[in-house]
């Protein structure tokens, strides 16, 4: 005998665990702590920014640091260096940071198949926040992230993140800002899997390169 169905088992379980549960007992009624640390130590905001620069490079994205002035000539540059010839931006992409890129721009839009997202060279979108402790760059779809397709199906994203209000410590903290009703894609490092021999994969499911780049200032005016 084998005891029935792995989900016979389980509900078994269940059952055996609830059995001295009075039936007028709410989960509410005992509300469960959440006293844990918010993150891990003290850090002044400058080094919680290092720290998301030193987390990113762990995860193989490529860091950039500029001030807001500086944002449109280093986007020029970077997708000078890459070659590419189309990119694909949000419809609310502030307009000054392309304003001297070498490049087509590709307005996010539904109408977009697949095969054009695919075709096209480069991403620009900013972010929603950044967390350091973990490395990871949060989109919300908000107006200059555009869709979420249009960060994974093009195979180089360069993502925007401004240092004076969107780099948080910990995901705790993430959470408390982020909103779980927008449809949230979490992104630590270019796309990567591994196979059961352990050789790692780029570009499998999104961008084979991510490169972040860390503004001092607001360049939302530009």
Same mark, same amino acid.
């Given at each position: ?17 609830? =059995?001295?549960? $009075?039936?007028?007992?709410? %989960? /509410?009624?005992?509300?469960? =702590?959440?006293? @844990?640390?918010?993150?891990? /130590? ?16 762990? @995860?193989? &994205? ?20 890459? #070659? =590419? ?5 949000? =419809?609310?992409?502030?307009? #000054?940071?392309? &304003?001297? &890129? ?40 908000? %107006?200059?992230? /555009? ?6 199906? $093009? ?27 927008? $449809?949230?894609?979490?992104?630590? #490092? ?12 780029? #570009?499998?499911?999104? %961008? ?15």
């Amino acid at each position: 005998m084998n005891g029935g169905t792995s989900r016979e088992r389980i509900l078994g379980r269940v059952r055996r665990a609830l =059995a001295d549960v $009075p039936p007028s007992e709410h %989960p /509410g009624d005992h509300p469960v =702590a959440r006293d @844990y640390a918010v993150q891990h /130590g003290e850090r002044t905001h400058s080094a919680t920014v290092g720290l998301l620069a030193e987390n990113l490079e762990d @995860y193989r &994205a490529r860091v950039h640091r500029t001030d807001a002035p500086g944002l449109p000539a280093l986007l020029a540059r970077l997708l000078g260096e890459r #070659g =590419a010839r189309r990119v694909v931006v949000p =419809a609310g992409l502030p307009g #000054g940071w392309l &304003a001297g &890129a070498p490049a087509e721009l590709v307005l996010d839009s539904p109408v977009l198949t697949d095969h054009e997202l695919d075709s096209v060279d480069s991403v620009v979108t900013g972010c929603a926040l950044a967390i350091a402790e973990t490395g990871t760059v949060v989109l919300d779809a908000g %107006p200059d992230q /555009g869709s979420r397709r249009i960060t994974l199906i $093009p195979d180089h994203h360069l993502c925007v993140v401004r240092t004076d209000d969107q780099v948080v410590g910990s995901v705790p903290q993430a959470i408390r800002r982020l909103t779980p009703a927008r $449809p949230l894609t979490w992104i630590s #490092g270019p796309s990567a899997t591994s196979d059961i021999e352990l050789e790692r994969v780029e #570009g499998v499911h999104g %961008p084979r390169t991510l490169e972040v780049i860390l503004v001092a200032g607001d360049p939302r005016e530009l």
